[in-house]
């Protein structure tokens, strides 16, 4: 299925107007986009590729997500005419089927594209290491341990682990 990048941006939220008071955990979407500090590398690689916009599916939900897309979402803003822009998972089922995750709809996905909406890779649904752990540790930790272990490895890796894997995939080196 081919999917129309230009139709689909239209339809999504740019990051600012996605970042809103009634949405679940602003607070924590809100203060990991403040924190974000950029690698220079990840500055100065991403600057070297056509990467402009950033489509992401994500709900507001997903801890993953809060923990991930403001990191992108800085990196959008800093790049040359760069931007990202959020589609909500459940609104839109046929672009998450089409991204989707060892059989699953997990979120977030973020599908790079150049200027003229051409993909030029994916992300997601986390880091590939705290995504192992995750299905590893799936039947033996109980849901809020594994989470709180998901909070703590992000505050530690502030993005790094994302911002090198999303290189790598608009790379072609994934």
Known sequence: MSLDFPALWSQ??????????EMEFPELWRGVFE???????ALEEFAR?????????????CGDAA???PVLAALAEQLDAGELRVLERDRFPEVMDAYLSNGTRSIPIAIALDREFRE??????????LQS????????????KRYAYARRWYAKDRGETTLRELLG????ER
């Open 120 to 129: 030029l890779g994916h992300w997601g649904p986390r880091p590939a290491v």
């Open 35 to 41: 924190r974000a500090v950029l690698p220079e590398w």
């Open 67 to 69: 923990n991930t897309v």
């Open 12 to 21: 999504a939220t740019p990051w600012r107007s996605y970042l809103r008071a």
């Open 133 to 144: 752990w995750m299905l590893t540790n799936k039947a033996t930790i109980p849901s809020p």
């Open 169 to 172: 995939a608009v790379s072609g």
């Open 49 to 61: 590729t056509p990467l402009r916009k950033l489509l992401v599916l994500a709900e507001d939900w």
